[in-house]
């Protein structure tokens, strides 16, 4: 029996039952999961998402952004004008320290060429500043201004004005993602600069590293300054990379604990220096003998005969 003006639902026509909803969105989701993790292929989902909602995030973050700078500016003006007389001062101070480095590094190459011996290969840089932290709470990653467009790759190095920072290792069209140094999946080749000792540093997280698969007695102390080894061919050798802070020898384990403490500005930086590729000095011809033209010597040696 209806109601006027209302008509009851069909009896037999009810649709899949909630459960069966459930167990179908619930195997859709795992297999696009596990397809995502083995074969990436809603990268291109990722990619469109990112720069589709880039806009949204800048228009988000302008209010605030605007109320940060205006009250940084007001406050901040005695502060600059004291910064810039000390920077003036210090510059004055350090230019004969400029003047002699110039010096040196002209006659280090001189000397390299006289020993001919390769000189390092430059790289080039570009400046980019962090935005934002990644919402994954269990990894240390940050987003920077940079992307696709201004030539950022994923495996490139960052670095700071102290040394090391991170990795490069997703890049966007307008973004790229950075996993740092104490990220628990991040691992970079290091050596002691004290001894040349190399070993391989790991994030352990909560802002520290870790140097792992070092023998209980390996020639390390507190103190010891960790550099980059330069040995997987991304990171240039000789950037600051750690500082030991710990020691934990046990005889009953193989291999000693040692806890080191970033010293880049690893969890508190704003801007950061992306090294790209090596740039590769053009080398001199060498001249090409032809074979054709028999020396000389030989000549001399057929008329002898």
């Known amino acids: 029996m209806s109601v006027v003006g209302h008509t009851p639902p069909p009896f037999f026509k009810r649709g899949p039952a909630p459960l069966a909803r459930l167990t179908f969105f619930t195997a859709l989701a795992i297999t696009l999961l596990v397809a995502d993790l083995r074969f990436h292929t809603l990268e291109w989902a990722r990619l469109v998402l990112a720069t589709v909602a880039w806009p949204m995030q800048r228009a988000a973050q302008m209010p605030v ?3 940060q700078g205006a009250g940084q500016y007001f406050a901040s003006l005695l502060q600059l004008q004291q910064e810039n007389s000390v920077l003036r001062t210090r510059s004055l101070a350090t230019a004969n320290q400029l003047l002699r480095q110039e010096h040196l590094e002209q006659e280090n190459r001189r000397l390299r060429a006289l020993l001919d011996m390769k000189e390092r290969q430059p790289v080039e840089g570009r400046v980019g500043e962090i935005i934002y932290a990644a919402r994954d709470p269990f ?5 920077m201004d940079k992307g696709l467009q201004a030539g950022v790759a994923a495996g490139q190095a960052v670095i700071d004005d102290l040394g090391v920072i991170g990795q490069v290792t997703r890049v966007f069209p307008l973004t790229a993602e950075v996993t740092l140094l104490t990220d628990k999946d991040q691992a970079i080749p290091v050596q002691v600069q004290r001894n040349g000792l190399r070993a391989v ?3 352990a997280g909560a802002g520290s590293i870790e140097l792992r698969f070092l023998a209980a007695n390996a020639e390390v102390q507190v103190g010891d300054i960790l550099v980059t080894s330069g ?4 990171y240039l050798p000789g950037l600051p990379v750690a500082k030991i802070i710990h020691i934990d020898r046990d005889n009953s384990y193989a291999f000693a604990r040692i806890h080191c403490e ?3 500005g690893v969890e508190r930086h704003g801007h950061v220096l992306v090294l790209g590729s090596r740039i590769v000095p053009p080398q001199p011809e060498e001249p090409v003998e032809r074979k054709d033209v028999p020396a000389k010597g030989k000549k001399v040696r057929k008329a002898a005969q």
């Open 262 to 264: 970033p010293i880049a």
């Open 65 to 67: 952004e605007g109320a």
């Open 201 to 203: 540093a790991a994030g």
């Open 231 to 234: 040995l997987d061919g991304i």
């Open 139 to 143: 990894s240390r990653r940050v987003i």
